[in-house]
């Protein structure tokens, strides 16, 4: 047991009474300091499994050490993020780099460590071993039915193993597309992944989402089949009640309006969760909130506006996930980061005066609504976040506590320095 409740109230007692001055200054403005503080505490954000490890970059990769080599393993990661973080209570697996060969050990792991399963991702862009056809020119657009027919019987799969493990939603993401004019007919390709997600609809408990990722560019760089939210939107209004739209952050084209997206996709009650990240360029898949944190307050601002005052944790139904990716950072750090700045933007978000603001929209003043969400969005929240992990038994300061007790060490001294974690 690498982190127990001694180190963690250790770490805690040191940074104590900073804590409490910082706290007490900034919540003797708070009116709804209590009503925030649940919701905070609330809010669990899921780990995906593929980013525990070191990622790459086409042109290379720097192995890290003391990373995760199975699936039992990885639980772990998260398990420490969580005793850590008190945030990060759930996982996204993705098959076949997770293949729960074990189910019922692996809930066990997953319940004695307190994290649920969030979605389980398919893998229809890469080929497999022994995979009697192959993926190069797309999968569920395929113009081959045989493609097709393998790609969908593979989302079956993932379905089942996501019921052993008592998940609840599918993702799918196709890199389906092309990168030449012509190479493709877009309506038939459609059409074609039309088809096969209502095979996989089909194949989808009644008490299960479907979620429909979309992706401007990237790997092809012409034409993406599933390409933006008005695609993924016409496939899930197509598919029926239980597909929905999920927004990885890093998916659209430079400068596009997220947190519109968002608050149109709620509105259509269509909006399926999110993959978090940040970028500067396109999918850097860079911690959350690192390049754009205005952007990721005002996504939160949406989300508050848009959705049930009472409703935003996982029982909503809605996916809250990273999709990440770390070629420089240590990982587990890095996701230590990402879910800090997603709650400080939920507790920015949490600040406005809603009250206000839609008086402010109701008479054009600009100045005014402008005023009410940067007076939020200027907030240090970070004291009343790390009251709220502290009310749970967690840490005032995760990633100092992570560093301090060298925590990377001790799992290199467990696992070994020449780890790949399997995974992008
Ligand atoms: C790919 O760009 C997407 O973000 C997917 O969510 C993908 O399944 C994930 O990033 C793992 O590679
Ligand atoms: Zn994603
Ligand atoms: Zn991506
Ligand atoms: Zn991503």
């Known amino acids: 047991m690498i982190l127990n409740k001694q180190v963690v109230d250790q770490h805690n007692n040191q940074l104590l009474d900073k804590h409490k001055r910082n706290f007490t200054h900034l919540s003797s403005d708070i009116t709804h300091l209590d009503y925030i503080l649940e919701k905070l505490q609330q809010f669990q954000i899921a780990i995906p499994s593929w980013a525990l490890g070191t990622g790459g970059t086409r042109f290379g990769r720097f192995s890290g050490a003391g990373e995760p080599g199975n699936l039992e393993q990885k639980l772990e990661d998260v398990g420490l993020l969580h005793a850590l973080n008190k945030s990060s209570g759930a996982i996204s697996l993705h098959i076949p780099w997770d293949i729960p060969t074990d189910a019922d050990k692996i809930k066990q792991l997953a319940g004695s460590l307190g994290i649920a399963f ?26 081959d039915p045989r493609v097709r027919k393998q790609a969908v019987d593979h989302n079956i799969e993932v379905i089942n193993y996501g019921k052993s493990l008592g998940s609840k939603a599918l993702t799918v993401w196709l890199a389906d597309g092309s990168s030449f004019p012509g190479q493709l007919n877009f309506r038939e390709a459609f059409q074609n992944t039309l088809a096969s997600l209502q095979e996989i609809y089909h194949h989808l408990p009644e008490d299960w989402k479907l979620f429909v990722e979309y992706k401007a560019f990237e790997p092809h760089f012409y034409s993406t089949t599933i390409g933006d939210w008005g695609q993924s939107l016409l496939l899930a209004n197509k598919l029926g009640p239980k597909a929905y739209t999920l927004v990885d ?100 978000a949490l600040l406005v005066d809603r009250e206000a603001l839609k008086k402010a929209q109701q008479s054009n003043d600009i100045v005014k609504a402008q005023e009410l969400l940067q007076d939020a969005f200027r907030t240090d929240v970070r004291a009343l976040v790390a009251e709220a992990r502290l009310r749970m038994g967690g840490a005032i300061d995760p990633v100092q506590l992570f560093q301090e007790n060298e925590i990377r060490s001790q799992l290199i001294a467990e696992r070994g320095v020449n780890t790949v974690a399997t995974g992008l």
């Not at 969030?118 to 113009?143: C, E, I, M, R, W």
């Open 118 to 143: 969030d979605a389980v991702n398919s893998n229809t862009f890469q080929d497999q071993p022994h995979q009697a056809y192959s993926y190069k020119h797309g999968s569920l657009h395929h113009v």
């Open 249 to 348: 952050l890093g998916h659209h084209l430079p400068n596009a309006n997220i947190e519109q997206i968002v608050s149109l996709l709620l509105m259509e009650k269509k909006l399926g969760g999110f993959h978090f990240n940040d970028s500067k360029y396109a999918d850097d898949d860079l911690t959350a909130g690192s390049i754009k944190p205005y952007q990721l307050f005002l996504i939160f601002n949406e989300l508050i506006d848009g959705m049930d005052l009472h409703g935003m944790d996982h029982a909503s139904g809605l996916g809250w996930m990273i999709d990440a990716s770390h070629n420089l950072k240590d990982p587990l750090i890095d996701l230590l980061q990402s879910v800090e700045a997603i709650k400080i933007a939920y507790a920015q």
